[in-house]
């Protein structure tokens, strides 16, 4: 299929691993002018050397934490005007007891998962909008919609992502700028490798991707049958970052095997 977006100007947030790489590949795959950012130097240049060696597109690579004034000054200096923005950021870790959590938990949290991609999004769609197009696509999770106890410091403020975004794309669709969040199940990537890590031993699980798959699996009993790579969700990301989508806006798509179990 083609997305019609070969010459666009594509930025992804978070794109030298996981769901941020994979989508990042196919937005290169057609053909966009790409821009990838993450906060580890090492990785983020080795993801943009094979992308350009896989599809030959010219790919900037942006050293910057996005859920800091300062990465995001160094984003947008080095990125100014993506007709395309893509983002995901990591919030942090699992929470233990809930009643363990405290403000300062709550404050790193909303850092990151919420103001993060607000303030990139709040900097880009000025430029969108004068230009008369432009696609947003936050890659967020399917526990905005979903509450889980062990994720408080990824759900809560992805749920207030999700709400905002759901305001912000109908003031914005007129001018030919679509928002649209992905909300992702469980997926064996290199963040979730990191999440498990510390918990492996007791698992007695090795590091490996498919063995990761198939821990989720059993522990979640995930209707498709399998726990998913960032393969599993990119086609749809790069549909929504496409003139394709023009008519879906606002939406929270849930990719997760059927796993959430819920009408909308
Ligand atoms: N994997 C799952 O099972 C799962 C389930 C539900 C939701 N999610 C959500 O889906 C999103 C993607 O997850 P993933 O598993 O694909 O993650 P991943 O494998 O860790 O990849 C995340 C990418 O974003 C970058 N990144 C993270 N925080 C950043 C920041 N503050 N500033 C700039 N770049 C940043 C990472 O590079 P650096 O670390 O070098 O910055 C990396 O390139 C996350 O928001 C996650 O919470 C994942």
């Known amino acids: 299929m083609d997305l019609?977006?070969?010459?666009?100007?594509?930025?992804?947030?978070?794109?030298s691993a996981g769901m941020g790489?994979?989508?990042?590949?196919?937005?290169?795959?057609?053909?966009?002018?790409?821009?990838?950012s993450a906060r580890r130097e090492e990785r983020l240049l080795h993801a943009a050397r094979e992308i350009t060696a896989k599809y030959g597109n010219t790919v900037t690579p942006i050293v910057a934490d996005s859920s800091t004034d300062?990465?995001?000054?160094?984003?947008?200096?080095?990125?100014?005007?993506?007709?395309?923005?893509?983002?995901?950021?990591k919030p942090p870790d699992p929470n233990g007891d809930f009643l363990a959590?405290?403000?300062?938990?709550?404050?790193?949290?909303?850092?990151?998962?919420?103001?993060?991609?607000?303030?990139?999004?709040r900097h880009y769609i000025p430029e969108m909008k004068a230009k008369g197009w432009g696609r947003i696509l936050n890659i967020a999770t399917f526990s905005a919609k979903n509450p889980m106890i062990w994720r408080l410091m990824s759900g809560?403020?992805?749920?207030?992502?999700?709400?905002?975004?759901?305001?912000?794309?109908?003031e914005?669709?007129?001018?030919?700028?679509?928002?649209?969040?992905?909300?992702?199940?469980?997926?064996?990537?290199?963040?979730?490798?990191?999440?498990?890590?510390?918990?492996a031993e007791a698992f007695g699980l090795p590091l490996d991707p498919d063995v990761i798959a198939e821990h989720f699996q059993q522990h979640n009993k995930i209707p498709?049958?399998?726990?998913?790579?960032?393969?599993?969700?990119?086609?749809?990301?790069?549909?929504?970052?496409s003139p394709l989508s023009r008519y879906i806006v606002g939406q929270n798509i849930v990719i997760d095997g059927g796993q959430h179990h819920s009408i909308f």
């Open 224 to 241: 498709a049958g399998f726990a998913a790579n960032a393969d599993d969700m990119a086609p749809m990301a790069a549909l929504l970052c």
């Open 70 to 89: 300062d990465g995001r000054k160094t984003l947008f200096a080095a990125c100014p005007d993506p007709d395309i923005l893509a983002v995901t950021i």
């Open 101 to 121: 959590v405290t403000p300062d938990m709550w404050r790193e949290s909303i850092e990151t998962a919420l103001l993060g991609p607000i303030e990139i999004m």
């Open 21 to 36: 790489r994979a989508t990042a590949e196919r937005l290169a795959e057609a053909g966009v002018e790409l821009y990838i």
């Open 4 to 15: 019609k977006i070969s010459g666009k100007k594509a930025l992804m947030a978070g794109g």
């Open 156 to 170: 809560p403020a992805r749920s207030a992502l999700i709400n905002y975004t759901a305001s912000v794309s109908r």
């Open 172 to 199: 914005i669709a007129p001018y030919g700028v679509n928002i649209n969040n992905i909300l992702p199940g469980m997926f064996a990537t290199e963040g979730s490798e990191e999440n498990i890590a510390p918990y």
